[in-house]
Each structure stands twice: as C-alpha cells, then as structure tokens.
C-alpha cells in the first residue's frame, strides 16, 4: 500500500527543514504543512499516512485508527523512554545511552510498533542539549531513510516490549541550583562584568555564571 496524500506536522526549525526537503519528495502528490498547534481535523482533505515530526501536540485519538496511518520522530529511544523532557531525565537518572526512535502510532503515547531506534553513549561531559541536538541529527537520518520507503508502501514494526521503559509527564522543571550561603558570596565576589565570571568544571566541561540580565 502506498501513501501518495501525507499530512505532516512538525515544531521547531529542524521541523521546518525537514518538512522543506520532504516538500520536494516527488512520491506525495498532497501535503499538507502545520505548525505549532494541531490543524482543526475537519477541514483537511482526506490524507493516507501523518508523518509527526517533533509535533508537540497528541494526535487525537479517532485520527489514529480506522484505516488513518500515523508514524512519529519521537527524540529518545524507546521503549526506555517515553514522554517529555526526556534528556532532562536521561541525565537525572544517569542513563549511559540515549537515542531517537521512529514508531508507528497507537491510540497511547510513544507505544505502537517500533520501525527503528538508535542509539548513542551518553559521555560524561554531555549535557541535556548535546543529547537532544544528537537525538534530532538522527531523527533527520532516520527521516531521510524511511520516509521514501514509507511512502513506497514499505510497512516495518516491531511490537514494544510491554511494561518496559517509564513515561515522563510533561512537567515543569526547577531549574534553580542551589548552593551553599558561603558559595553564593564567593560567585558574587568573583563577578565583574565585562571581564570575570565565577565558573564550575563539570566532568571537564567549564559552566560560566553570568548574571542573567547581562547574558
């Protein structure tokens, strides 16, 4: 079964390059862009497969199902996990891996058949960002790949390990770090804007801080 009439919903600037190179893909004759926030469902035109990538909105449920086909970029790998700010956990819970997986979507969330997950070390000098900004680069690989044997009718999918993996609410996270009274004197006394800034090394990696009205 081919998928010549694709709706494509993204979010971000790595959305917008992507949905700029699968615009060019000669296999859809239909595509159909959002951004940002879902589309109102009942003035699309009828569409074979929704290609989710980075969307942050849930595709609602009577979209997945009933013939509609669904595949989502989802920026870890699964089934380990599932949810929102998920670099954000990987690195609390001292995960040594993360990744991007590509998945076939169910009437839940990041549980439907795998197509493919990859995965890299986390090393010890990684942030949160260096782990999404590698999750994305393989979500654009991964995209580049599949896309055009999806669209060719191509149909892999590896059923989830059931009970495996956690899944994040999307939360609001603290991002306050608390230090001691006689560190918070010494980050002052070490602050002289243009110039000097107190830092921390962190498994080798220096963390400059600046006053953040003068970042």
């Known amino acids: 079964m081919e998928f ?39 003035l699309l035109p009828h569409y074979d497969l929704g290609i989710n990538f980075l969307g942050t909105h849930k ?25 929102r700010n998920l670099a954000f956990h990987a690195i609390m ?11 076939w979507m169910d009437e839940d969330y990041d549980t439907g058949d795998l197509i493919d997950v990859r995965r890299f070390d986390i090393l010890p000098q990684h942030n949160a960002g260096d782990l999404v900004g590698k999750s994305h680069q ?11 044997k999806i669209l060719a009718g ?9 009970g495996w993996g956690n899944y994040y609410q999307k ?12 560190q918070k ?5 070490l602050t002289v804007h243009p110039r000097f800034y107190s830092h921390i090394m962190i498994d080798g990696r220096k963390y400059k801080l600046v006053p953040e009205e003068l970042e």
């Open 59 to 83: 595709i609602p449920t009577e979209q997945v199902g009933d013939g509609k086909v669904w595949c989502n970029f989802h920026p870890a790998p699964l089934p380990e996990f599932k949810g």
């Open 4 to 42: 010549p009439r694709v709706i494509y919903i993204s979010n971000g600037s790595l959305g917008l390059e992507i949905r700029d190179r699968f615009s060019h893909m000669k296999q859809s004759s239909v595509c159909v862009i959002t951004q940002d926030a879902l589309p109102d469902w009942s």
């Open 171 to 182: 939360n609001s996270i603290d991002e306050e770090i608390y230090i001691e009274p006689l």
């Open 138 to 148: 393989l979500l654009k690989e991964m995209f580049l790949e599949w896309i055009p």
């Open 93 to 103: 819970n001292g995960a040594k891996q993360f990744g991007a997986t590509l998945h």
């Open 154 to 162: 191509e149909r892999p999918g590896t059923p989830q390990v059931k």
């Open 185 to 189: 004197r010494r980050v002052k006394a």
